[in-house]
DNA sequence: GTCTATACGAAGATAGAC
DNA sequence: GTCTATCTTCGTATAGAC
């Protein structure tokens, strides 16, 4: 009996999926310009006549849908940590960006970050902005729910979200979760205190 | 009588100094890869044949030299801090923030955040992370004698320094000042409190 | 939906004259 | 130190066959 190792089992992905998945990872990885077009096919092994079958926009339309693919993603995750205490939430929120790190062995970091700064597009901008308000909004009604005063919860959430987002920078640049850790358990101490 | 406006009054600037100058304000508007040679040559009107004469190694050695100079500049700033107490030091370091967003109208950011989340180059990496590591050991000092405990002045350097990259990302995705002064408001309320 | 081939431009890098 | 010209590579995009 022979038994077959399948390792990445995507019941129902199809090339496009793959490809946006793909570019995303790539986009978190190397940076906005650096995720080419030869680069997403060699690593997901689609074809290249598909490119613009798929995406006629041409490459904004592919990193488009990959940031609308981490969005959802992400608020997938914050979604669940409704119901949570303070502390819960921060520690939940902080662990998705541990869990990036360390699977990645710190070459990879967010999406939304590495357009934001690499881009001259509105529309991918845009894109960006979404996400980060779209975390601002969950988190602020998630830190509501568990008691903080609007004030306190728009203000915390906003900072979570800086500093997470400037502590996987840092330890992507150190190649080490010290400054990572560092903030999070500031944070952690923070939220706990409310 | 005929009255010269002198636009930019460079004492001893030479060619070299303002191509790494123009290389550094590209790399905080536009990114590592969209920093090419004929922007900052456009930029500072130096002339192409000096690239290769000023950095015969070519970009890397242009973008190195742009950190370097980035790194120099901001901790003369923040070595202005010295002897304040903690809540003027965390504002005066905001401060710098803030000016950089203002003055670009939120097109610019920090070097050595787009230098990471892009490159693919190990000296570049350590080049910035050179940056935060200097800002990270001056702070933390700072704090010190400002009369936090050690570890209470490194968790708050790091946390200041983490939280002010990842503000100043979310105020150029929103081309806003709001997300930084929430987090800058929060990072201030908690520093009064040491 | 996928294939090959190719156009087109931009960017980094080099050579040799002045 | 600066100039022009050129080479190579690479990335996006297009065309047309299968």
Redesign the interface.
């Known amino acids: 009996m022979t038994i077959i190792i399948v390792k990445d089992l995507h019941v129902s992905s199809t090339a496009k999926d793959e490809m946006i998945e793909g570019a995303l990872k790539l986009l978190a990885m190397?940076?906005?310009?650096?995720t080419s077009f030869s680069d997403v096919l060699e690593l997901t092994g689609a074809p290249r006549g598909s490119i613009y079958h798929h995406f006629p926009k041409g490459k904004e339309q592919l990193i488009s849908a990959a940031l609308k693919l981490s969005e959802t993603r992400t608020n997938e995750a914050i979604g669940k940590l409704a119901g949570k205490n303070a502390t819960e939430i921060t520690e939940g929120f902080l662990e998705l960006w541990r869990q990036l790190l360390i699977r990645s062995q710190f070459t990879a970091?967010c999406s939304?970050?590495?357009v934001?700064?690499?881009?001259?597009s509105k529309d991918l901008?845009d894109s960006?902005?979404s996400i980060?308000?779209s975390w601002?909004n969950t988190l602020t009604e998630l830190f509501k729910s568990a008691g903080l005063s609007h004030q306190s919860a728009?203000?915390?959430a906003?900072?979570l979200?800086?500093?997470?987002?400037?502590?996987v920078?840092?330890s992507?640049?150190?190649k080490s979760i010290e400054?990572f850790e560092?903030?999070a358990?500031?944070?952690v101490q923070?939220a706990s205190a409310k």
């Open positions: 190397n940076g906005l310009q650096a970091g939304a970050v590495a934001t700064v690499a881009t001259d901008l960006a902005t980060f308000r601002q728009t203000q915390f906003t900072t979200i800086a500093a997470s987002e400037g502590a920078v840092m992507r640049a150190e400054p560092s903030v358990s500031y944070l923070q």
